[in-house]
């Protein structure tokens, strides 16, 4: 039994509020805390990562790798090790990274915490309740659109005087995002291809789509 608290979130496309069930295209961030107890503070420690696939258990080393793990206590390779332990330990397990892109559609997580003493390693302080995720079958077509800002806009053309219909879409994100600048054909449109713009902005992007006047379905409306 130990005094120490351990906590861990879950949240995907820098969303703030921390979720248990996760689409297998966000970008997931996940993170641990721990509170040490008061007499462990000071002294020199090692940190632990552990996960639960099904029904493997894997840790992960000081290198960021997981690999798989007996559930021996001898063979439990530590996340950070030889440290001077401070009153709350802070570390990163995943950070925007796209779930599905490691094979776990599908999977439920369980992430256990831990730290021990080094001059007693064998002896964990841990989390008896794990950290649950859950990750969704991967469906390339699947779009969660509550999470996208449409625009529908014109820019003035000044030079040429003349109006440039655009169409954007936004992911929810704090973070600066790359990109994607859309251009229909001859004979189309902005509103061309807007699946890939909800594909796209699901999956992170900036996305703006630019009508062209003098090459747009203008052209064609009259054509037998």
């Known amino acids: 039994m130990t005094n120490a608290q351990f906590f861990g979130g879950a949240r995907a496309n820098d969303r703030e509020v921390f979720e248990n069930q996760f689409d297998a295209f966000e ?15 000071g002294r020199v420690g090692n940190l632990y990562i552990i996960v639960a696939v099904g029904d493997n258990y894997f840790y992960r080393d000081s290198t960021g790798a997981y690999e798989i793990w007996d559930l021996q206590i001898d063979s439990l390779k530590r996340a950070a090790l030889n440290k001077i332990l401070s009153a709350s330990e802070e570390i990163s397990i995943l950070e925007d990274t796209t779930i599905g892109i490691l094979a776990l559609s599908g999977q439920r997580l369980s992430f256990y915490f831990a730290y021990s003493e080094q001059l007693n390693p064998t002896e964990l302080y841990y989390n008896e309740l794990p950290l649950q995720t859950a990750i969704g079958d991967y469906n390339p077509l699947k779009v969660d659109a509550r999470n996208i800002q449409t625009l529908q806009i014109s820019a003035n053309d000044t030079s040429r005087a003349r109006e440039i219909p655009l169409l954007i879409y936004l992911p929810e994100s704090a973070k600066s995002r790359p990109l994607i600048l859309f251009s229909h054909g001859l004979g189309g449109s902005l509103l061309t291809a807007v699946y890939l713009g909800e594909q796209w902005a699901a999956r992170g992007y900036n996305v703006v789509f630019m009508q062209h006047p003098g090459s747009d379905e203008d052209i064609v409306k009259d054509v037998p």
């Open 27 to 41: 970008q997931l961030t996940i993170a641990a805390k721990f509170q040490l107890e008061p007499a462990h503070i």
